[in-house]
């Protein structure tokens, strides 16, 4: 059960939990997903791919991340973390690449947009990001990225065309894998009609 109220906006900058990562007890393929909530995204996903992929989830509220825990305790191709994903994510790409381990796909859908200026280091792509991840990428790894906000997916772009190091794909329009987020159901029935989304690979 959920706590009645959870802090809407968190300052991924000042979580101080730091995770370790020693792997799966398979070399199976990993999608992460950034920022799962309360796991809905991560439910289709194993509901389409069963035990055929490892999953990640990552979560820095900690109520969600405990929910989190306890949704997928049964699940062995599940790892739940909590903390800031924008700098956790590090230990498993390293580990990944040590042991050449494919992430397939990296999710970031519907990040928390940190509109004002000041903020914008607290968004997860975001040009530091960009650069600590790079070593530890693998060309064949996907970053699939989501919003809703036309102004966030703007200045991501601006990132993206500054940072020689990355592919944006162009732009794409359908949920991927065919799969609606929580978020983007609930934009949805605001009245939402288009999402802004992005491919990145690594050069
Ligand atoms: C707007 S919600 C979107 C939830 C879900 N991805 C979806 O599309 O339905 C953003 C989620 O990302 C989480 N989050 C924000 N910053 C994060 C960070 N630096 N690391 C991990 N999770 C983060 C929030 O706690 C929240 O659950």
Redesign the pocket.
Known sequence: MLPKRVRNH?N?LSSKVRIDFSGFKNDKNIIID????RG??GEKLLNKFTDEKNFIF????KP?QIFLEEKFKDRKNVQVFGG???VNILNILKHCNEKNILIEKIFI????PWFKKKHHKRR?LNENFLKNIYDFLNKKTEIIWQTDQKKLYKETLEILKKNKNFYKHKRFFFAPLGIR????NLKKEEGQIFFFRLKILKK
């Open positions: 968190v991924p950034i920022g799962s909530y809905e995204f990552f979560e820095i509220r969600y800031d994903a924008g859908n519907f990040p928390d997860i987020t929580y978020w983007e």
